[in-house]
């Protein structure tokens, strides 16, 4: 819904404006459709665990976290309860940047999917993700994280 706001509304105001209106044209036509389309490259299209490493894919790139500080995840909490975005898209695509909670302090997030979400906390802070299937996910991040501890450890 938000992408139609964004799209269709400045196009309609743009048609029907008069054309010595620059400044508003800029405001009301031009800032939406950058912020849309700066949202839809940050867009989050899917995570994959290959080796000890956790990519998140996006439009054009893939962002790469390493399991090796995991300690614990947690599929049942919500980060978002009294959380603050400090940076990042709040919603268009997916939620994606830099939060502030009380609980959690600081914590990256990559959400597509605000009722599938996992929280990963690692020994640098907590990230937040939502995997579109939550047990295949799980199975590949504890595989990969205990394929590379010694024996002596299991």
Same mark, same amino acid.
């Given at each position: 819904?938000? /992408?139609?706001? =964004?799209?269709?509304? %400045?196009? $309609?105001?743009?048609?029907? #404006?008069?054309?010595?209106? @620059?400044? &508003?044209?800029?405001?009301?036509?031009?800032?939406?459709?950058?912020?849309?389309?700066?949202?839809?490259?940050?867009?989050?299209?899917?995570?994959?665990?290959?080796?000890?490493?956790?990519?998140?894919?996006?439009?054009?790139?893939?962002?790469?976290?390493?399991?090796?500080?995991?300690? /614990?995840?947690? =599929?049942?909490?919500? %980060?978002? $309860?009294?959380?603050?975005? #400090?940076?990042?898209?709040? @919603?268009? &695509?997916?939620?994606?940047?830099?939060?502030?909670?009380?609980?959690?302090?600081?914590?990256?997030?990559?959400?597509?999917?605000?009722?599938?979400?996992?929280?990963?906390?690692?020994?640098?802070?907590?990230?937040?993700?939502?995997?579109?299937?939550?047990?295949?996910?799980?199975?590949?991040?504890?595989?990969?994280?205990?394929?590379?501890?010694?024996?002596?450890?299991?």
């Amino acid at each position: 819904m938000g /992408s139609l706001v =964004c799209l269709v509304l %400045p196009w $309609h105001i743009w048609r029907t #404006l008069p054309t010595d209106t @620059g400044l &508003f044209t800029l405001v009301t036509v031009q800032v939406p459709t950058v912020f849309w389309m700066f949202c839809f490259l940050f867009c989050i299209r899917g995570y994959s665990v290959h080796g000890n490493s956790l990519f998140i894919h996006r439009l054009i790139w893939s962002t790469r976290i390493s399991l090796a500080g995991l300690e /614990s995840i947690d =599929c049942h909490a919500n %980060p978002f $309860h009294k959380s603050i975005l #400090l940076i990042g898209n709040p @919603g268009m &695509f997916g939620v994606s940047g830099l939060f502030y909670s009380r609980r959690l302090r600081y914590f990256r997030a990559f959400v597509t999917n605000r009722a599938d979400i996992c929280v990963l906390h690692f020994t640098s802070g907590p990230v937040v993700i939502s995997p579109q299937d939550r047990r295949h996910f799980l199975t590949a991040v504890l595989d990969s994280t205990f394929a590379n501890l010694p024996l002596s450890d299991l």
